[in-house]
């Protein structure tokens, strides 16, 4: 999966692409962890080009919202697929995210 | 009032079914080799044999694995189901390898198959008794959730398949006959036995890989991970945060290690009690699992307490989903 990260005004966007899953979940969580440490009041995940979701995924979403309450930031979720959408749906964590 | 039925119950009675209908094969093989000399049919029924053997360990796997766990074995018998698995695998790749050879060198030195027309018939009805028995154990496998008696409705589906291919290597084989190539005839028998051979190869590998990564302690699988992380966003709310998810199983059994942190001021009763009910949730949703959830208090090192707000989650209402 290839991650990018940009920063605009007060707002960090982690562009992903590819599947976000066992393997990526890791990477994703160190860009992650580097976004809340910058003075930033929003995260915002895009998801265009996400294209499956698995459980080590969702376990970096929540994770992501837990740390973004503690220190006073947003996170949200871009730009998903159907399918993507469907998933996080179904794990019930989409409220979170809105 | 009737009792219902126990996994257990459904696990006795498709390895009971597969002990007496692998008995019928092999006695019904060994008598057609007596008047066919037929290799594809010895490999038939190196198979079956095989498959006896397997039903026997398993027979008694299953009685081994429904045991309770004891001070010798705290976690239960669950994995005896996977050696079962990876055994099987072992057997039928052993047996592939074998008759490959001798398919080798039978087609160097062919010989006439004699009456193939029973060869065919044996074949035939032996193909139908392994999808009867494939169908019945699948369906005993549904009901137990046993990945060994799955694996055994697997292995019968593909013993089908292969009857079915060697009653069909003997159509082929009494067809170049008729058309007057009896030289080619020959030839057709070492080939479906070298085929046969090289078809049981791949799933049989792959079963013993599964059962060999299962005996590693394997993750649960992702159905179960997501119901995991469905319950853990439910009750968001009432935790700080969620460490490490370590899962594994054995045998039917799935066993889910969960570290969480609990606000620093939170009564050990409360915290439990939350924690509890977590565990209450993850149980009914992940089933025959085994969740243990270890409890660590928040070291008041987080941002909250750094910026001397009360940790929110002391109000713990238990969910906003």
Known sequence: MSIQVKFEKDMAILCLEGNFDETSSRSVEEKMMECLSKDVKNIRFDMSKVKYVSS???????????????TGKKISLAAMSPKVEETIRTVGILPMFV | MMNMPTPEMYMKRATLA?????????????????????????????ISFAGLMVSFILYYSIRLAS???????????????HVCEALEGIVLIGIAVAMSLQSFVKLLHPDEVKLPLV???????????NFAGAYYIFKMSVKSGSPAIKAEALHWRMEGFISASISAAFIVSMELTYLSFSDLAHYVDPLAALVVSVLIVFPSFKLAKEAFFKLLDSSV??????????????????????????????????FVEISVIMPHDMSLRQS?????RLKNDLERAVE???????????GKDCDFSARGEMCPYMRLPDSLF
């Open chain 2, 119 to 129: 060869g065919m018939l044996v074949s035939m009805s032996c193909s139908g008794l």
């Open chain 1, 56 to 70: 080590a995924g969702i376990r970096v979403l929540i994770i992501a919202y837990k740390k973004a309450l503690k």
């Open chain 2, 18 to 46: 597969s002990l007496y209908i692998n008995i019928v094969l092999v006695l019904i093989k060994m008598s057609a080799l007596v008047f066919v000399n037929s290799l594809a049919i010895a490999i038939d029924l190196g």
């Open chain 2, 67 to 81: 045991r309770p766990a004891d001070m010798a074995h705290n976690y239960g018998y669950g994995k005896v189901e």
């Open chain 2, 272 to 276: 439990h009690r939350m924690l509890l």
């Open chain 2, 288 to 298: 025959n699992s085994d969740v243990t959830i270890h409890m660590v208090p928040c």
């Open chain 2, 221 to 254: 699988e992702e159905e179960s991970q997501m119901e995991i992380l469905r319950h853990l966003g439910r009750h968001i709310h009432s935790y700080c945060e969620f460490g490490n998810i370590r899962t594994r199983v054995a045998g039917r059994k799935k």
